[in-house]
């Protein structure tokens, strides 16, 4: 294998869900996901269809739980423990045993989006709420939970889009899910984000600055808040009530409005303009654009 080819195998096992198993770490299934990697390192998202398959036995280091878009029945069991058959729903998760060998198996075919939820991202969400208490997530086997399924269809949904609302869309789907495990299966009850109301009027216009000055670029959530100082509960908190829109929200909005003034430019091709303004194709920029005006953006240029 070539330098240049190492690199790329390497730069993608980093955004690759990593099991022990057969004896060492590889990617969890051998079945490539379908579509495109997450674009963050950090949530990780890969959806496949899988075949039957025979007993497997995992080891996992970091916190995974597998949605299932069909209804499937999974035998599962520890290791050298008894056999259960779970019966899994569409729009259900299972969550698998972090830090203990596993035994998975399914007898039909199934379809299946799997999260990597890296520790510091329920780090972050319990820093400010589990202050002198520990954090240990336990848990069901078996999730049914309104709100996890409402965020996992919308984030395969991104996914099946090429992630073409680009990494702050998937940083709020990661602030959301993290703060979902806390809230609902941690040893111990958080307590609420300290209401402190809205952002400090000079902290929000430096974050809108760097809004505008970064249109083009696919900031995530972390960069807006380390901008205001804030950690990542905070910050998210602190913006919807001062905007009462999400951040990615927000800038869906300047994109557009800055879209707008572009259209006005005739020697500027509607990809271009899209491109300009932060959107990674033509399709998801026509789409948002006729979401937020009514009309694709080449019918709102022949009526300008």
């Known amino acids: 294998m070539g330098m240049k080819q190492r690199m790329n195998t390497e730069k993608e096992s980093a955004f690759r869900i990593l099991s022990h198993r057969e004896g060492s770490v590889q990617p969890m299934f051998d079945a490539p996901p379908i579509g495109p990697l997450s674009p963050s390192s950090s949530l990780l998202v890969e959806r496949r269809d899988l075949e039957p398959t025979t007993w497997q036995s995992h080891f996992l280091e970091d ?25 899994v729903a569409p729009g259900q998760a299972v969550f698998c045993p972090r830090k203990e060998w596993h035994n998975i198996r399914w007898d039909e075919g199934i379809s299946v989006l799997s999260i990597r ?7 972050e969400a319990a820093r400010e709420r589990l202050t002198g208490r520990s954090l240990e997530i336990v848990p069901k086997q078996v999730v049914t939970d309104d709100r996890l399924t409402h965020l996992l269809f919308a984030l395969d949904a991104e996914r099946a889009r090429g992630y073409s609302a680009g990494k702050l869309f998937v940083d709020s789907i990661e602030a959301a899910l993290a ?38 670029k696919q900031i995530g959530l972390k960069d807006l808040a380390d901008c205001a100082g804030l950690s990542l509960s905070h910050f998210s908190f602190q913006f919807r009530i001062s905007t009462n829109q999400s951040p990615h929200q927000y800038m869906l909005r300047l994109r557009i409005e800055r879209s707008k003034e572009l259209l006005t430019d005739s020697c500027l091709s509607v990809l271009d303009i899209g491109l ?24 709102y240029r022949t009526q300008l």
């Open 63 to 87: 916190q995974l739980l597998h949605f299932f878009v069909k209804g499937a029945v999974c035998g599962y069991s520890l290791k050298d423990e008894a056999i259960a058959r779970i019966p």
């Open 117 to 123: 939820i890296p520790d510091s991202a329920i780090m």
């Open 179 to 216: 703060n979902i495990l806390l809230t609902s299966f941690n040893t111990f009850t958080p307590r609420s984000i300290p209401g402190k109301g809205s952002m400090a009027p000079h902290v929000l216009r430096r974050v809108f600055h760097f809004m505008h000055a970064h249109l083009d």
């Open 276 to 299: 300009e303004v932060g959107f990674r194709n033509q399709q998801h920029f026509a789409s948002v654009f006729r979401n937020s005006v009514g009309v694709p953006p080449s019918v």
